[in-house]
């Protein structure tokens, strides 16, 4: 079993920047990849980035590519999102899963209770 639990959302202005987080409980933890996934109001929850258990292979959606980057600390059970360059439509509520190394939602096995991240113009 593992729980997952974001932090790091808030409001900014465009251009800025946010790390969020997503710590883990369980001694697994590493064994999962990890994955982030936003929800905008109205829309279907979206693949935004993927990270392996080990970290050594990641994978971004087209339009976080270069802005966004995720890593893990395993150490400490938490993977990370660290976004720049925040644009207004990335304003979303911010879920991290744990499962396996994919884009699609079914293949996580374990969600967090999301974090909303909000741009302004």
């Known amino acids: 079993q593992v729980q997952l639990v974001e932090s790091g959302g808030g409001l900014v202005q465009a251009g800025a920047s946010l790390r969020l987080s997503c710590a883990a409980s369980?001694?697994?933890?590493?064994?999962?990849?990890v994955g982030w996934f936003r929800q905008a109001s109205g829309k279907e929850r979206e693949f935004v980035a993927v990270?392996?258990?080990?970290?050594?292979?990641?994978d971004y959606s087209n339009s976080v590519k270069g802005r966004f980057t995720i890593s893990r600390d395993n150490a400490k059970n938490t993977v990370y999102l660290q976004m720049n360059s925040l644009k207004p439509e990335d304003t979303a509520v911010y879920y991290c899963?744990?499962?396996?190394?994919?884009?699609?939602?079914?293949?996580?096995?374990?969600w967090g209770q999301g974090t909303q991240v909000t741009v302004s113009s």
């Open positions: 899963a744990a499962g396996s190394y994919a884009r699609v939602k079914s293949w996580y096995d374990y």
């Open positions: 990270i392996r258990g080990s970290g050594t292979t990641t």
């Open positions: 369980g001694r697994t933890f590493s064994s999962y990849a």
